[in-house]
């Protein structure tokens, strides 16, 4: 099927209309989402399952809507063009609200906050943000880390496509600091040994889901679901189900 539906969206002229029965934009009965599923606990692997917070804030929206969620995995830095594109509908990857992004998509109000922090090995001379200056540091290509590394004084920025795999140059000595979200950071290390967080966080952001700007029913459906979820209190359960309050 999934073959079916690559030749049918791939084809132009004549097929157009066939595509588009199965194409996201021509079927109603189901809400897209683009995710990067490598960004626990907002969105991960289980065998073979994606779960996780934005998975099933995403469910939860597309049930208030009638519809059924379809989550399709892809790397983080092309979510924001299937949303434009019209491959999907939503784009939930923990993914904050920022200027440049706004410039392309339009976001649901924020579901939650985030911070930027930073890993370092246990033994690190790396204290505070300011100690970043000049050394090699790792992020997730195209992310909000990526942006803030990009601006620290005489660092050299090694980009990788999943957070994980900076987290693992880090545990090898290959960087001498990881900048990424709070949750995951929390995430990555407690899987390895010998990494801690440093206290000072780097930025507070939001977290929303990314619509494509002419697609401006779906924003005020979803913002609706969302005021929703809030006010039921199943938007604190979701978070409270993955995060353990501190
Ligand atoms: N919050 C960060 C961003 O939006 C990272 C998101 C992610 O890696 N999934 O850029």
């Given at each position: 099927m999934k073959l079916l539906k690559k030749i049918l969206c791939g084809l132009s002229a004549a097929a157009i209309l066939a595509a588009l029965s199965g194409c996201s934009g021509g079927d109603d009965t189901k809400l897209i989402m683009a995710t990067?599923?490598?960004?626990?606990?907002?969105e991960y692997h289980e065998g073979d399952a994606i779960v996780g917070i934005d998975v099933d804030i995403a469910t939860a929206i597309a049930k208030e809507m009638g519809k059924e969620l379809v989550v399709e995995d892809m790397a983080f830095d092309s979510i924001i063009a299937a949303v434009t594109s019209g491959k999907a509908d939503i784009g939930v990857a923990g993914m904050t609200v920022d200027p440049d992004r706004l410039k392309s998509v339009n976001f649901s109000d924020p579901y939650t906050t985030a911070t930027q922090v930073i890993i370092v090995s246990e033994?690190?001379?790396?204290?505070?943000?300011?100690?970043?200056?000049g050394k090699k540091v790792g992020v997730q290509l195209g992310t909000t880390g990526d942006q803030y590394a990009s601006d620290i004084e005489g660092a050299s920025i090694e980009r990788y496509n999943k957070g994980f795999e900076a987290v693992q140059a880090l545990t090898q000595g290959k960087i001498d600091a990881v900048i990424i979200d709070n949750e995951p950071a929390k995430v990555f290390v407690s899987q390895s040994e010998g990494l801690k967080i440093l206290d000072e966080e780097f930025t507070t952001e939001e977290y929303a889901i990314a619509i494509a700007k002419e697609n401006t029913q779906l924003l005020n459906d979803v913002n609706a679901a969302l005021a929703k979820l809030k006010e039921s209190g199943e938007l604190q359960a979701i978070i409270d189900k993955y995060i353990s309050a501190e």
């Amino acid at each position: 099927m999934k073959l079916l539906k690559k030749i049918l969206c791939g084809l132009s002229a004549a097929a157009i209309l066939a595509a588009l029965s199965g194409c996201s934009g021509g079927d109603d009965t189901k809400l897209i989402m683009a995710t990067n599923a490598e960004f626990s606990p907002y969105e991960y692997h289980e065998g073979d399952a994606i779960v996780g917070i934005d998975v099933d804030i995403a469910t939860a929206i597309a049930k208030e809507m009638g519809k059924e969620l379809v989550v399709e995995d892809m790397a983080f830095d092309s979510i924001i063009a299937a949303v434009t594109s019209g491959k999907a509908d939503i784009g939930v990857a923990g993914m904050t609200v920022d200027p440049d992004r706004l410039k392309s998509v339009n976001f649901s109000d924020p579901y939650t906050t985030a911070t930027q922090v930073i890993i370092v090995s246990e033994g690190s001379i790396v204290a505070t943000p300011d100690d970043l200056k000049g050394k090699k540091v790792g992020v997730q290509l195209g992310t909000t880390g990526d942006q803030y590394a990009s601006d620290i004084e005489g660092a050299s920025i090694e980009r990788y496509n999943k957070g994980f795999e900076a987290v693992q140059a880090l545990t090898q000595g290959k960087i001498d600091a990881v900048i990424i979200d709070n949750e995951p950071a929390k995430v990555f290390v407690s899987q390895s040994e010998g990494l801690k967080i440093l206290d000072e966080e780097f930025t507070t952001e939001e977290y929303a889901i990314a619509i494509a700007k002419e697609n401006t029913q779906l924003l005020n459906d979803v913002n609706a679901a969302l005021a929703k979820l809030k006010e039921s209190g199943e938007l604190q359960a979701i978070i409270d189900k993955y995060i353990s309050a501190e």
